[in-house]
């Protein structure tokens, strides 16, 4: 796995920019805790602590959410990444994303593909990106919410970039409009990503 697949985890979990696009919110986001169905605009910080590395890797980003159906949101993100201690070091990852779910009670099963772009600092290792997973996300009560899902990504190059995580993520409703995130994931080679993130529901 190469320092961008690494860098690309944590940004296809939603690290962003924000998309023209408005449609209805869906009526069934009302009777879950989640953040599936809901129109909103996140703003989010991470790190991926790289293991038997004395440096990390941070990610700074927005992305916005936009239900298009009752079972269908799309969403599209931005993230700037950059090496601890070496801001020479960095790419930009723009992405767009679908996601498909159903509502069965508390639990909302779901799957995702998406597509994106990674321009680097170089200037001269710019590349387009894919991404699929699946996972469920569930509604402990009427404010809280744990998603848990699994991801698999791989670049459009000839040379093989791909990669599995796995992560968990934790959000809570403060209010009507604001809500807060929390997260990790894991990646492959032991390494470990953290996330927080602030979202404003419009």
Known sequence: MTLTQ?????????????????AQEATAADTTAG????????????????????????????NVNIPVTANLDLSASYAH???????S???NVAAVDATAYLTEGA??????????YVWEGSGDDDYGIWNIGAGVEYSLNATTAVTAG???????EDE????????VRLSHWFTSAIAGTI?????????????????FKF
Do not use: M
């Open 6 to 22: 690494k860098i690309l985890g944590v940004a296809s979990f939603g690290l962003a920019f924000v998309t023209a696009s408005f």
């Open 35 to 62: 953040l599936l169905g809901v129109r909103y605009v996140e703003a989010g910080f991470g790190v991926i602590d790289l293991n038997g590395s004395d440096r990390g890797i941070y990610s700074a980003g927005v």
């Open 81 to 87: 990444d950059w090496v601890e201690n070496n801001d």
């Open 89 to 91: 070091i960095y790419s």
């Open 107 to 116: 639990f909302r099963p779901f799957a995702t593909a998406g597509a994106g």
């Open 150 to 156: 699994v991801n698999f990504s791989d670049t459009f």
């Open 160 to 167: 093989d970039d791909s990669g599995f995580a796995g992560s």
């Open 183 to 199: 997260g990790a994931t894991w990646f492959e080679e032991g390494n470990f990503g953290y996330r927080v993130s602030a979202i």
